[in-house]
């Protein structure tokens, strides 16, 4: 069965992996690992969730760093790879969970990805056109990844991944969420990268799979080697032994023999957005299935049951018909993409367990930590979870650890209805019996269970009643015998019901004869893009103008717009800095006191009597601390790990300390020929603001158009993801908050200008006002996303609000209270905006 280097082939491998060990807290993930990879075959790695596999390709890719091993690639030893280094000598990794930044786009998704070579001499949205049709995506450019379905997401890793052309490409489940359309194209991808010398390594598992594609396999078990073989010379049997220890017996359990039961459930015509008219009923111990190819109204169905979405017609438990409100209650549902809708990532494995059932854990007055610790530890326990302990994070356990957490939760809410949408997508063979045999006890205990799966062979083996979907209707409706693969897949597929598909409203608005609809989806795009705020800040600006104007007409006066300008050039070169931060997904508390700090440290320097050497060094040295302030910040959050909040925060404090210990008062007045110069104007125009507005169009240029801007959305958007791709956290977070001090350095001179002498308790009230014109201006406060236009309208809008109290003659008050409002209008559109943009993402 084991095969040895020597024994397969002369042939220098590709991949050459030899004694790989890896830890993680004292937990060993790999031991002592080794893998050979020849060029030109599929070399399949077998083993249960935990068992290392996903550790080892990860290691093979450079994201993570052994602890102990060599690594040879096309015979040169390779030491310190790193995903970009990776992806320059030729090596790919489709990720299970795809390395996908959300909040940009499909083609800024494949620009921070990709090297530039791939694009090199053509077009980008050619090339990247070619490279989704390549993988048989048929999205816009130009939509926003986290519209994309979970299928989507994966074929647009495949297409990056195919891009470089890889020499090994290491696909991690691929299949898990696609269509057997999009399935048979990846294999066919497969075979003719495999024809021109590509080698892979391809996780899995699906045994059917492994048969088909692979040449060799490996298996891993408790991060170990077990066996590699040919795939030709070691049977199912043999290879199930060696994946879970043991035989297997059966995967699937007996099937409910029961005839002639009182249905416990019954769906009755329910219609909802997706599907039409669904009808089906289940006895006691019967498990229900949904079959279809994917995305014909299977999750849509499933999330309707659970109470997610609204629908008509009746659903009725137990004789009680139950309203959509009692079932997002009382039904447990597991949703297909667990990072997303299903697990909270930053939470606990317990955390995430218990959170259902919160009312079980009660004592009485505060929670019984012990009570919970039992019940949930207990059933963990039965499902075999693989974590360090119950408190560790559920975003380190392997896929299919993640997906035994959430049967765990629906185990302890004690539902009325269970509802599982690809229950073991990504789970090891031996979980998968564990899971089936407690959907089936769950059943057995008579609470109805529904499952959906894109595995026809999966229904057919678990399921007691089984519709067909396709395009949203019940095509046919199979119990007992009548259960089988063959007629599952031939009612969907024959089906002739014509519901428009997302595929065909894509396809719609692709077609560019079609004028209408071209321009109904650029509205779309533009309305779910980062710009659509500045339409709304620019109405809501040129409406209070002309409210001013129609009580005051000095309003539009050159002295008032000079004026209003002048303050807006202060707050706006700091606000450009504070949506840097927060594109990171930090935050900047510092930047009020920096600025206050700065005018001090200006005002022991740049005065009347100074001469031109001195005023150069007192800039040198606003621009100096303001670099140092910024490289502290980033330090401390990055390699000290502090949060944003906390690093900055203590920096505030620190700044205003030294502000006052410099200046205890107002002293040190500014040079008032250096003043002048700054606030020169233009007829009523501030050069100051002609040249915040160049600095405005050079930083949004920056942020679309080169790799500086797509890393920094990135690190904000999905860190995780991002370090996948290549980006280097650590120096992009750190060097975004050095640009950050250095922007508030610029809008420092403007409030010198202004105050024109060292005050200590200037400069405070920026931190808030710079945040109020982010949010303003639509920028995310969850990172990732914005724009330095919004911010800089945002900033104009702040400024009219205060100015408008003086022309309307209202009290001071008013400044608090209008500004106020604003922060809080923000935020409630921004919370709005985000919900619909998580309902059309999960529909």
């Not at 083996?461 to 897949?489: A, F, K, N, Q, W």
Request: charged share 20%; proline share 3%.
């Amino acid at each position: 069965m084991n095969t040895t280097p020597a024994e397969t082939s002369t042939t220098v491998a590709t991949l050459t992996m030899t004694g790989i060990s890896k830890s993680f807290g004292g937990v060993a993930a790999l031991s002592d690992v080794s893998l050979e990879v020849l060029p030109g075959e599929v070399h399949a790695l077998l083993g249960e969730n935990g068992a290392g596999k996903s550790t080892l390709m990860n290691v093979a890719t450079g994201t993570i760093q052994p602890d102990a091993g060599t690594m040879t690639f096309r015979g040169e030893t390779i030491s310190d790879l790193d995903p970009r280094e990776a992806a320059q000598r030729g090596i790919a990794f489709v990720h299970q969970h795809p390395a996908v930044m959300p909040d940009m786009t499909v083609l800024e998704n494949l620009l921070v990805a990709l090297p530039s070579s791939v694009f090199a001499g053509r077009k980008v949205d050619e090339v990247a056109r070619e490279l989704l049709a390549t993988a048989g995506l048929r999205v816009h450019l130009r939509d926003r990844v986290e519209n994309l379905s979970v299928a989507q997401k994966h074929l647009l890793e495949i297409a990056k991944a195919l891009a470089v052309k890889p020499a090994l490409l290491v696909l991690d489940e691929p299949t898990a969420p696609l269509g057997q359309e999009s399935v048979e194209l990846l294999f066919a991808l497969v075979r003719d990268f495999v024809a021109q010398g590509t080698s892979v390594v391809y996780i899995t598992h699906r045994l059917a799979e492994v048969r088909e594609l692979a040449d060799r396999v490996t298996v891993l078990r408790d991060g170990k080697l077990r066996a590699t073989a040919v795939v030709d010379e070691i049977s199912d049997r043999e290879l199930l032994s060696l994946i879970v220890g043991r035989q297997l017996d059966s995967t699937f359990p007996p099937k409910h023999e029961g005839s002639g039961e009182t249905p416990n459930f019954v769906i009755d015509g329910i219609t909802g957005p997706g599907f039409n008219s669904v009808s089906v009923t289940g006895t006691p111990g019967e498990i229900i299935g949904v079959a279809g190819v994917v995305g014909n109204g299977q999750s849509d169905l499933l999330r309707a049951l659970a109470g997610l979405t609204p629908h008509d017609g009746s659903v009725s438990i137990n004789g009680t018909v139950m309203s959509a409100r009692e079932l997002l209650a009382k039904a447990a549902y597991l949703p297909a993409d667990r990072i997303t809708e299903g697990l909270m990532m930053r939470l606990s494995v317990r955390e995430n367990a218990a959170v259902s059932a919160l009312r079980r854990f009660r004592g009485r007055l505060l929670m019984n930590r012990k009570r919970e610790l039992g019940m949930v530890g207990e059933t963990l326990g039965s499902l075999s979870v693989k974590a360090a302990s119950m408190d560790a994070t559920v975003s380190s356990l392997s896929g299919g650890n993640q997906q035994k957490v959430m049967v765990a939760r629906a185990l302890l809410s004690e539902p009325v209805l269970v509802l599982a949408d690809e229950p073991t997508q990504g789970v090891d063979v031996g979980a998968r019996a564990e899971i089936y045999q407690i959907l089936r006890d769950v059943s057995a205990s008579g609470i109805p269970v529904v499952v959906a799966s894109s595995d026809a062979k999966e229904l057919e083996g678990l399921c007691d009643t089984v519709i067909v979907m396709s395009r949203g209707h019940v095509v046919d409706t199979l119990r007992g015998d009548d259960i089988t693969e063959e007629r599952m897949i031939h009612a969907a597929v024959s089906s002739t019901t014509q519901t428009v598909s997302v595929d065909d409203v894509a396809a719609l608005e692709a077609d560019e004869g079609d004028r209408k609809a071209v321009r109904a989806a650029q509205f779309r795009r533009f309305l779910q893009g980062d710009y659509a705020p500045t339409l709304l800040l620019m109405a809501v600006m040129i409406g209070l103008g002309a409210f001013i104007f129609a009580q005051n007409d000095r309003y539009l006066g050159d002295f008032n717009i000079s004026s209003m300008l002048l303050l807006v050039s202060a707050l706006g070169f700091i606000a450009m800095g504070q949506t840097i931060a927060l594109l990171t997904g930090g935050i900047d508390l510092s930047v009020g006191p920096l600025v206050g700090f700065l005018v001090v440290v200006g005002s022991f320097f740049i005065l009347d009597e100074s001469p031109t050497t001195s005023i150069i060094l007192g800039f040198a040295a606003m621009l100096g601390a303001s670099i140092i302030v910024g490289l502290i910040n980033g330090t401390l959050i990055r390699y000290a790990k502090f949060t944003a909040i906390a690093a900055t925060l203590t920096v505030y404090i620190a700044l205003q300390g030294m502000s006052f210990l410099l200046r205890p008062t107002a002293e040190g007045y500014i040079n008032r020929e250096i003043s002048s110069i700054i606030t020169t104007k233009l007829g009523p125009i501030p050069v100051a603001f002609i040249v915040l507005v160049l600095v405005v169009v050079g930083l949004e240029y920056a942020l679309r158009k080169t790799p500086w801007g797509w890393r920094l959305r990135a690190a904000g958007s999905d860190e995780e993801s991002a370090r996948r791709v290549g980006v280097d956290i650590n120096r992009t977070v750190v060097l975004g908050y050095v640009a950050t001090s250095a922007l508030t350095f610029l809008g420092a001179i403007m409030l010198m200008t202004q105050i024109g002498v060292g005050d200590p308790a200037q400069g405070v009230a920026y931190t808030l006002s710079s945040i109020t014109a982010v949010v303003l201006g639509g920028t995310s406060l969850l990172g990732g996303r914005g724009t330095f236009v919004g911010t800089l309208l945002g900033s104009m809008l702040l400024i009219q609000v205060l100015n408008a109290t003086v022309f309307l003659r209202l009290d001071q008050m008013w400044q608090y209270i209008l500004q106020g409002t604003l922060i809080l209008a923000a935020a409630i559109l921004y919370a709005i905006a985000r919900s619909k943009r998580t309902k059309r993402r999960s529909a």
